[in-house]
């Protein structure tokens, strides 16, 4: 059975360049932190999370700090043995660039996210957004859902699967964790 375009697309990045990869994020550490880009760079991946090419979709690549992702201590008024914190954030990096995107985009609504690469500083991301009262959009009865007011803020009450994912939702039997 002859192969499609993007099974090679989706073997390719199974195992990318890493001059490429090398270059793409010096220039991507160049930019601003959440940049609008032209096209996806992983066409396979955003095609199958539901990316189309058409009015009213726009894709951002967002960059992550990586680490120290523990709170900050307290400064005073308490005794020393209460002034420690154990707790981390529970949200995964993913999770942290989709609400950075929709942050930065608040008249889209985010309809998924996927990995594009990390360096000894950064992890990039690519987040799909999608324009709800985009008439192209209204009318298409595949994502026509998400200009539904129920779905406004999908990434902040962790709906996307990078949420659902770190909130535990994932594999069945267990439960939320918050």
Partial sequence: ????????IREAWKKPSPEILKARMT?????????????PLRLDKA??????????FVVVR???LR????????RS???????????????????VAEQRA????PNLELLNSYWLGKDGMHYFYEAILVDPQHPQIRADP?????????????AFRGLTSAGKKARGLRAKGKKAQF
């Fill in 67 to 74: 680490g120290g992702r523990k709170r900050p201590a307290r």
């Fill in 102 to 105: 929709a942050r930065k985009f």
């Fill in 142 to 154: 595949s994502i026509n859902w998400i200009c539904s007011p129920k779905n406004r803020g999908r």
């Fill in 27 to 39: 220039e991507w550490r160049r930019s601003l932190a959440i940049t609008r880009v032209e096209k």
């Fill in 1 to 8: 059975m002859a192969k499609g375009m993007y099974h090679y």
């Fill in 47 to 56: 095609r199958a999370l539901g990316y189309k090419a058409k009015p009213g």
């Fill in 62 to 64: 967002v960059r992550l």
């Fill in 77 to 95: 008024g308490r005794r020393s043995k209460r002034q420690t914190i154990h707790k981390t954030l529970m949200m995964n990096y993913r999770w």
